[in-house]
């Protein structure tokens, strides 16, 4: 079931959707060789506890995911745990994902940062999945429909020579992190729901891209997904809402002023 927001809805959204811009801003500013990606995790949680939000992560699902952010190195693909073991390295790319609750409402949002300098391959992956998301959400547009966001990313990716993630997909977002509909990164086939997108209509696009195939797999932890080939990966993510003015950022600073009440 599809729950369209209000204004005003939007407009808490919003808010969360600010501490979720400032999460990341934070830890970007804290990738460096020789940061941990745990250091990283309490960069966030530092930002949430100023905020006074909480984490959509911590505890979601079975297993419990067991911290505030997402930290995915290199060949990993999301839900990669923080970890004080985990080092990064110059040459590495990390994708920090986020999400923050702030009055019962839900924003998430992700980046990917290159680590010191990294290598041309690891440099256009992350410029490739950032265009990509950026493609998608010009493509969310009311009156079109859901299916035409996966279409433009996929195409946009595959001419790239890159392939996009089918295994994992955005989502519906408001009073839960996941609602519907599903957001999927590619062309849906007949059959497949693709529903209209219409005025409300709360989304978080998240394009996942692979220099090699598109192929996932999960390790042992249960929940850091890989690339089935071990090939890089990238992950960029934003939380928006659809207007008739178009569609409204709501995870970027300074952004969605549009739909303040
Ligand atoms: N942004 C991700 C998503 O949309 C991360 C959630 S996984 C979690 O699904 F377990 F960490 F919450
Ligand atoms: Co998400």
Partial sequence: MITLKTPAQMAKMRESGRVVAAMLDAC????????????????????????????????????PYPATICTSVNQEIVHGIPSPRRK????????????????????????????????????????????????????????????????????????????????????GIGRAMHEDPQVPNYRPTRGQPNPPISEGLCIAIEPMVNIGGPETRTLGDQWTVVTADRSLSAHFEHTLACTAAGPVVLTRPGEGAAVAA
Wanted: cysteine-free.
């Fill in 88 to 171: 990064l390295a110059e040459g590495d790319i990390v994708g920090i994902d986020a999400g923050a609750i702030v009055d019962g409402w839900h924003a998430d949002a992700a980046i990917t940062v290159p680590v010191g300098r990294v290598s041309r391959d690891a440099a256009r992956l992350i410029e490739v999945t950032e265009e990509a998301l950026r493609i998608g959400i010009a493509s969310a547009r009311v009156g079109a429909r859901i299916g035409d966001i996966g279409a433009a990313i996929e195409e946009y990716v595959r001419g790239q020579g890159f392939s996009v993630v089918h295994n994992y997909v955005g989502h």
């Fill in 28 to 63: 970007r500013a804290a990738v460096r060789p020789g940061v941990t990606t745990a250091e990283l995790d309490r960069v966030a949680a530092e930002v949430l506890r100023k905020a006074g939000a909480q984490s959509s992560f911590l505890g979601y699902s079975t297993p």
